[in-house]
């Protein structure tokens, strides 16, 4: 279980970017994070995989103190971020990111599988450098499949869908929903997109450094829908 208390982040000029933000995830729930652009919500992200430290309030994960734990520290713990623009990797196949990231050499039928659940043919891909000539929607993918290598506790998605097709967008939603079917962690998604808000077991709204609505799909997504509150 993630536990954020009164976190609050002021940017060096002053500005304040999250004002005392509360927030539980439960485990083996979909979150997804929406609201206004500049709202604080890619920042909100960062302070729960440690790239950021607040300015104030504490991070607890499964129940420990990791305020002040680093990405490294927070990820052996089983703390995963997909980046909205995942990093390539010069020299380095897609064979072994997924190995890293499991921290193990996995079997060909492993391999395979991550990458099937992800929606790419496993031997066009498994052997391929992780550089330029792989599109967004493929890297979009192929992290993901490391993701779920890694059997993470809770997985962080800033905005997955940024630069993708719509065909890509397809299956990460399909992707998506497998990994909440599956129960295997939390997961956390910034979007916007309302298919995506769709999917989720709960729905919160951040405007202007402040969780202004938070509760189920059900309940939060029709006023979404009615008062266009997430753009």
């Given at each position: 279980?993630?536990?954020?208390?009164d976190?609050?982040?002021k940017?060096?000029?002053?500005?304040?970017?999250?004002?005392?933000?509360?927030?539980?995830v439960?485990?083996?729930?979909?979150?997804?994070?929406?609201?206004?652009?500049?709202?604080?919500?890619?920042?909100?992200?960062?302070?729960?995989?440690?790239?950021?430290?607040?300015?104030?309030?504490?991070?607890?994960?499964?129940?420990?103190?990791?305020?002040?734990?680093?990405?490294?520290?927070?990820?052996?713990?089983?703390?995963?971020?997909a980046?909205?623009?995942?990093?390539?990797?010069?020299?380095?196949?897609v064979?072994?990111?997924?190995?890293?990231?499991?921290?193990?050499?996995?079997?060909?039928?492993?391999?395979?599988?991550?990458?099937?659940?992800?929606?790419?043919?496993?031997?066009d891909?498994?052997?391929?450098?992780v550089?330029?000539?792989?599109?967004?929607?493929?890297?979009?993918?192929?992290?993901?499949?490391?993701?779920?290598?890694?059997?993470?506790?809770?997985?962080?998605?800033?905005?997955?869908?940024?630069?993708?097709?719509?065909?890509?967008?397809?299956?990460?939603?399909?992707?998506?929903?497998?990994?909440?079917?599956?129960?295997?962690?939390?997961?956390?998604?910034?979007?916007?997109?309302?298919?995506?808000?769709?999917?989720?077991?709960?729905?919160?709204?951040?405007?202007?450094?402040?969780?202004?609505?938070?509760?189920?799909?059900?309940?939060?997504?029709?006023?979404?829908?009615?008062?266009?509150?997430?753009?």
């Amino acid at each position: 279980m993630l536990e954020l208390k009164d976190i609050s982040m002021k940017a060096e000029d002053g500005k304040e970017i999250l004002n005392h933000v509360d927030l539980t995830v439960e485990d083996s729930k979909l979150i997804v994070i929406t609201g206004p652009n500049g709202g604080g919500k890619s920042t909100l992200a960062k302070i729960i995989v440690g790239i950021e430290k607040p300015s104030s309030g504490r991070v607890f994960f499964d129940g420990e103190d990791v305020t002040e734990l680093d990405i490294t520290q927070r990820a052996k713990l089983g703390i995963s971020f997909a980046f909205q623009q995942p990093v390539r990797f010069k020299g380095v196949t897609v064979r072994d990111l997924i190995n890293l990231a499991a921290g193990d050499d996995l079997n060909q039928s492993q391999l395979c599988s991550y990458l099937c659940d992800v929606g790419l043919c496993a031997k066009d891909y498994i052997d391929r450098e992780v550089n330029a000539s792989l599109s967004g929607g493929e890297m979009k993918r192929i992290e993901i499949a490391t993701i779920m290598a890694r059997r993470s506790k809770l997985a962080i998605f800033d905005e997955p869908e940024a630069g993708i097709d719509l065909w890509s967008f397809n299956n990460l939603i399909d992707v998506f929903n497998k990994i909440r079917h599956h129960g295997n962690g939390s997961t956390i998604i910034i979007s916007h997109q309302e298919r995506i808000l769709d999917i989720a077991d709960e729905i919160v709204v951040l405007s202007a450094g402040k969780i202004v609505v938070q509760g189920s799909k059900n309940k939060v997504l029709p006023r979404l829908l009615s008062n266009n509150d997430r753009c």
